[in-house]
């Protein structure tokens, strides 16, 4: 089977955990002897052509104001006119349609589509694709894909989101499949009227199994934060959990700034409140490092990877359990609320997990593949149907 597969980023960029998804997915695929192309963003200036563990990866230019995945900040009219054109971003969508024509696969998935525009499904479906979706944020209710502002989650039933999302709602009746990352996400796209005749599903992500050694225990419990030091990921209430327990625990936070003012102030905070800044650590060491985490997140985060890691290291999380990250801690008993953070309760959950067996990993990347390549074979079946009843 050919199978393009669209994401706005693709390693070697690494903004959040989409593109560690695709990526697994995209490898998963070609494993199982299936001819994938990557289609994704650079910001480059000029098309870029490679092979990655056996996936083509074309990276096309980006053709917008500014590029949008990095911290640098950007005015308010800067980014209105780059959302303006993001409504349908003519440029993007003629190279899209041009790697479309060249490849002719059998199956387009278009993922997080922030700089391509949903304009691609246009010509997806005017050439007579079939289209996968998997919603990987709140993109299509909102531009800022997170549903979270000025410290808030956004009803989706809003009128300002009902406004926003009327066109891209419009659009999606194009899809053939909907996938969503949880059941959460899932739900919440086909409850709003998003694409009303698609084989709606949910799939989580794939997953490896973190390496974790087994810490020695010390006097001082050592409990971690780990993403962007923004209030929508919680670094303001680790901040006060630090300032809080720092006579009795070590609070160390693994990351980066994001692109507004408020991130630096955030992180100014935290070194006050005895918070320890190493800034990017890969999650297999900042594992190691930690006895506990704390990710006081407040957006409803549709799946949530670092909860997933840390469930599958049997490395005690307290977060918010909304969103995709509810189920989660369904599967896992050490995925808790972030109201039950205590050092008491840490040692308590990491005795718990001492006398534990091992953890089953309900992420697989294979069995993450075939649950996709189901799907698009059962929309290449009713197509061969329909082309067997002519």
Same mark, same amino acid.
């Given at each position: 089977?050919k ?6 980023l693709y $390693?070697?960029?690494?903004?959040g955990?989409a ?6 997915? %995209?490898? +998963?695929?070609?494993?199982? !002897? ?8 650079n ?12 996936? *083509? ?14 911290s640098?900040?950007?005015s308010?009219?800067?980014?209105l ?7 349908y971003? %003519?440029?993007?969508?003629s190279m899209?349609?041009?790697?479309i024509?060249?490849?002719?696969p059998?199956?387009?998935h278009t993922?997080?589509?922030?700089g ?11 050439d007579? $694709? ?12 909102h ?13 989706p ?7 926003l999302?009327?066109y ?16 959460h996400i899932?739900?919440?796209h086909?409850? !709003?009227?998003?694409?009303k ?7 989580y992500?794939?997953v490896?199994?973190?390496d974790?050694?087994?810490r ?12 962007r030091?923004t209030? +929508?990921?919680?670094f ?16 160390i936070?693994?990351? *980066? %700034?994001?692109?507004?003012k ?5 992180i ?13 650590v890969?999650?297999?060491?900042f ?20 909860? %997933?890691?840390?469930a599958?290291?049997?490395t ?9 990250v509810k189920e ?43 649950y996709?390549? !189901?799907? $698009? ?5 009713v ?8």
């Open positions: 089977m199978i393009m597969i669209l994401n706005s $390693y070697p960029y690494k903004f955990g593109e560690v998804s695709v990526q697994l997915l %995209a490898e +998963e695929l070609v494993k199982k !002897n299936h001819e994938v192309r990557v289609v994704t963003l910001d480059e200036g000029s098309i870029k052509k490679e092979v990655l563990n056996g996936v *083509k990866v074309i990276s096309l230019p980006l053709k917008n104001r500014y590029w949008p995945f990095s640098e900040a950007h308010r009219i800067q980014k006119f780059w959302h303006l054109k993001d409504v971003n %003519a440029d993007m969508v899209v349609h041009n790697e024509t060249n490849f002719s059998d199956i387009i993922n997080n589509l922030a391509f525009s949903i304009g691609v499904w246009d010509v997806v479906k005017r007579n $694709y079939k289209l996968v979706h998997t919603a990987r944020d709140y993109y299509l209710f531009p800022n894909s997170t549903l979270f502002k000025n410290g808030v989650n956004i009803d039933d809003s009128k300002i989101v009902k406004l999302s009327f891209k709602k419009n659009k999606s009746q194009k899809i053939d499949a909907f996938v969503g990352i949880s059941q899932s739900l919440m086909k409850n !709003n009227g998003f694409a005749k698609a084989l709606f599903a949910h799939i992500n794939p490896d199994k973190p974790k050694v087994k020695e225990k010390t006097k001082i419990i050592t409990v971690g934060f780990i993403g030091f209030t +929508e990921k919680g303001d209430i680790f901040s006060e959990y630090a300032k809080k327990y720092q006579d009795c625990i070590k609070f936070a693994a990351g *980066k %700034a994001s692109s507004s408020e991130s630096n102030l955030l100014t905070d935290a070194k006050l409140s005895g918070v320890e800044i190493q800034g990017y890969p999650i297999e060491d594992l190691n490092e930690v006895d506990a985490i704390l990710l006081p997140t407040k957006w409803h985060e549709p799946f949530g990877r670092v909860v %997933a890691e840390a599958l290291s049997r005690p999380i307290f977060t918010n359990l909304t969103g995709g989660i801690a369904e599967m896992f008993p050490w995925v808790l609320s972030v109201d039950e953070f205590s050092p008491g309760k840490i040692k308590t959950i990491l005795e718990y997990l001492n006398s534990e067996k091992e953890v089953e990993n309900p992420f697989n990347k294979e069995e993450h593949a075939g996709y390549i !189901n799907i $698009y074979n059962k929309l290449l079946d197509e061969n149907e329909k082309h067997d009843g002519v």
